[in-house]
């Protein structure tokens, strides 16, 4: 009998998410926010990564669901626009212009990509090993 | 100056290119070693389970596994086989017995399906559509009593795929050689709460026909309507599942093989909840339901278990089963036990055959009540040894024998990042399933039930770039059930090899060997059997490559058989995928014989020889949104 989640292995997730991130923010602080349950217990243990309670006091959001992109909406995240919004569905690039980027699952395989007018918009230049991962667009 | 210039220039590009592409395979890396450290197969495999032969989502992608029938096909020791019915019975003899794969059990997110009346869920569900599943587990010998209710040597896990990762819809469809068809819709979805998944397909399955020697070839085309559905929250589970399959029923009851009429019908319904009550406390409860209409004709006399009929059969027939489970799970100290108790009830509802009047049910009820006891005491960070036991009293009407059944497990695990051993002893019990029982009941109704002691080992190494697995498993029966002329005293011993090879994130090799050695076994004091399994897949940009065979040999007629099997995906967008694919390309997979009796004389008859892997190109499309 399974019921329930499965678990994140922690440090393959970290070591992941601590590349996106810094790549994404530069120098600035990792400061993430996130609805997504196993996701906030894995960043718990990063010493890199600090979980924001709020949208305004993060450097990055992740979008893992189209009721936390409806919730995101509706709190006017636009108008935020040094916050970088990130995704863990593809399906939500195509629902939100501002996003750059996504981290997702594909036929068993972990997939990687970022759209490159989006990444621009944020004045955002990523390193040449990353070129694989950019498209122009979706 | 010039030429400085551009011989600089050229360095620098040079370095720059490989700076960039060893910098672009540290990303990859971290790809890698996310994808494999998440796969949702790591979640669900039990090292304790047994000796384990796993099939992630990567590789039945890979495979372009479309049924579990193409994924059985690969797997060592028990291989897939259809009876004389053409359903799906790995332990088939070619004979006349309803069904002998009692020995596999099959379960779905970690709750078996059965047939009840027929026993192992195999039956039916042994070919089915596996669109909805995530990845395969098949353990080798006895399985965990944590998991089991009813004994086996072989246990397949079909575990579901998770909406948190393939949330959203997708259709499928596909046509291939004789206007064999398939199309398949799936929807998922993560809520706030909850989770759900609901899959439908439908088969229309045109295979090939067998000759027989007559001007009516014998047929095994099927239609099947399959619904897979669940919804889940972090504590509970429920699962619905419906499965509707019209079969033409290859030789069926012609002892000659060549009946007027073969067809058989199935409507099953499966559903299961489970709840997680607290930390230490689990409930499991199903229901099954399976009807089953037969219709047989023949210009000479069918057979039925030890009733003969003149030469038409028309039968009805239904059970139900009833399953619950209570588990206890705790660690005290360096202990993890787990115990629990277990009950099934399998009724035979109705048995109705048209050509006879006033049949009476004498035995239509079983129930088996288990108790166990699981205790795996920590010896070190990596290692363990792990201790099982379990009593269960089957309980049978119609002054059938009741039958107690005592099963050991013992074991010992080592696990660590690079090495891994295993050990285990077991001494298993079976009964005789209630099906047969039913269909000889003045000669066998009080068969004993069998005995298998079996030892076995495994060797295991991984790096980042290999896997290499050595396993040896060595058995004895005594009072064997399956129908032979032997002792009942078969002796087994068996090894596989695998060996894993991936050159990097998009290319990889897999190996299979596999060497059993029988005594006593079926008319046979000696039975050497050989198989092996070769694949490659390759990703080059949009394009999946997939090559693969499978190689089977024994001592019976020393024939080399052939499954070759290849695909090509190309990925035209991120939402839409075609694959072709051709299998048993050479059309020299493995065949068995399908025996005939000379219904006048009642000598034996040449037998046939039928592969259940049809020689097949398909074409496959499937849409993501």
Redesign the interface.
């Known amino acids: 009998?399974?019921?329930?989640?499965?678990?994140?292995?922690t440090?393959?997730?970290l070591?992941?998410y601590h590349?996106i991130f810094s790549s994404l923010l530069g120098s600035q602080k990792m400061k993430v926010y996130t609805r997504d349950k196993e996701l906030r217990q894995v960043f718990k243990h990063s010493k890199k990564i600090v979980l924001s309670d709020t949208l305004a006091n993060s450097t990055i959001i992740l979008v893992s669901?189209q009721?936390d992109l409806r919730r995101y909406k509706k709190e006017h995240i636009e108008k935020l626009n040094h916050i970088i919004m990130f995704a863990t569905?593809?399906?939500l690039l195509k629902k939100y212009d501002n996003i750059v980027g996504a981290f997702y699952?594909?036929?068993?395989?972990?997939?990687?990509l970022f759209i490159k007018h989006r990444l621009d918009k944020y004045h955002i230049k990523l390193?040449?090993?990353?070129?694989?991962?950019i498209v122009d667009e979706? | 100056m010039c030429w400085f210039f551009k011989k600089q220039t050229f360095i620098f590009l040079f370095l720059?290119l490989i700076?960039?592409n060893i910098?672009?395979s540290?990303?990859d890396t971290?790809?890698n070693?996310?994808?494999h450290?998440?796969?949702?197969s790591?979640?669900?495999i039990d090292e304790n389970k047994g000796h384990l032969v796993l099939f992630?989502?990567?590789?039945?992608?890979d495979m372009n596994a479309k049924t579990l029938k193409d994924v059985f096909k690969t797997a060592p020791v028990i291989y897939y086989h259809e009876n004389r019915y053409g359903l799906p019975d790995p332990l088939a003899s070619g004979a006349f017995e309803p069904y002998r794969s009692n020995f596999i059990r099959l379960y779905v997110?970690?709750?078996e399906i059965t047939q009840g009346w027929m026993g192992s869920g195999v039956v039916l569900y042994g070919d089915i559509n596996i669109d909805f599943v995530?990845?395969i587990e098949f353990y080798y010998m006895t399985p965990s009593f944590e998991t089991s209710v009813e004994p086996a040597y072989l246990t397949i896990f079909l575990?579901s795929k998770?909406p948190?990762?393939?949330?959203?819809g997708k259709i499928g469809l596909m046509q291939g050689s004789r206007g064999h068809n398939t199309q398949s819709v799936s929807y998922g979805e993560?809520?706030?709460n909850f989770s759900y998944m609901v899959n439908l397909s439908r088969t229309d399955a045109k295979r090939e026909k067998i000759d027989n020697g007559t001007d009516r070839p014998l047929s095994r085309d099927f239609t099947r309507t399959q619904l897979f559905s669940y919804i889940?929250?972090?504590?509970?589970?429920f699962h619905l599942q419906l499965l509707k399959k019209d079969t033409d029923s290859l030789a069926g009851l012609s002892l000659d093989a060549t009946p007027l009429q073969s067809e058989v019908d199935y409507l099953n319904l499966h559903m299961d909840y489970?709840?997680?009550i607290s930390e230490n406390w689990?409930a499991?409860f199903t229901y099954e339901w399976l009807k089953t209409n037969i219709r047989q004709m023949d210009d000479t006399a069918l057979a039925l278990g030890n009733q003969i009929f003149s030469n038409s059969l028309h039968t009805e027939n239904k059970n139900s089963v009833y399953t619950g489970e209570l588990t206890y799970k705790n660690t005290i100290g360096n202990n993890h036990i787990t115990t629990g108790i277990k009950g099934r009830l399998k009724t035979l509802d109705l048995f109705d055959i048209e050509e006879v009047t006033n049949e009476k049910l004498v035995f239509d009820k079983e129930s088996i009540l288990s108790l166990f006891f699981q205790n795996q005491y920590v010896l070190s960070e990596d290692q363990l040894i792990t201790l099982g036991l379990e009593y269960s009293k089957i309980l049978r009407n119609g002054s059938i024998n009741d039958d107690e059944l005592y099963q050991l497990r013992l074991g010992y695990i080592y696990s660590s990042e690079k090495w891994n051993y295993k050990t285990y002893l077991y001494r298993t019990m079976f009964a005789l399933d209630p099906f047969g029982r039913y269909l000889h009941l003045s000669e066998i109704e009080n068969t004993a039930p069998q005995s298998t002691i079996g030892i076995t080992q495994e060797f295991s190494y991984k790096n980042d770039n290999n896997y290499a697995r050595i396993m040896f498993l060595m058995m004895q029966d005594k009072n064997g059930l399956l129908e032979n002329d032997g002792t009942g005293k078969t002796q087994y011993f068996f090894t596989i090899f695998n060996y894993n090879y991936l050159f990097d994130i998009n290319n990889k090799i897999d190996i299979q060997l596999y060497y059993a050695r029988y005594k006593d076994i079926a008319n046979v004091d000696r039975l050497d059997d050989y198989s092996g399994y070769f694949s490659t897949s390759n990703k080059y940009e949009n394009f999946n490559f997939y090559n693969a065979v499978v190689w089977h040999q024994n001592s019976i007629d020393y024939v080399h058989y052939f499954d070759v099997t290849s695909s090509i995906s190309w990925n035209a967008s991120?939402n839409l995928t075609f694959t072709l694919q051709g299998e048993n390309l050479l059309n020299k997979a493995k065949e068995t014989n399908l025996f005939r009796i000379n219904p006048t004389t009642g000598a034996l008859l040449a037998p046939l020889s039928i592969s259940p892997i049809d020689q097949r190109i398909t074409l496959e499309m499937e849409y993501t949104f």
């Open positions: 009998m399974n019921v329930g989640v499965y678990a994140l292995d440090q393959s997730t070591n992941i590349e669901s009721s569905d593809y399906r699952w594909k036929k068993g395989r972990s997939q990687l390193a040449p090993k990353y070129r694989a991962f979706l | 720059f700076i960039t910098s672009a540290e990303v971290l790809l070693d996310f994808t450290k998440n796969d949702l790591q979640k669900t992630t989502r990567e590789k039945l992608e997110d970690g709750v995530d990845h575990y998770d948190k990762r393939d949330g959203g993560e809520k706030e889940k929250t972090d504590t509970q589970i489970s709840i997680a689990r499991q991120e």
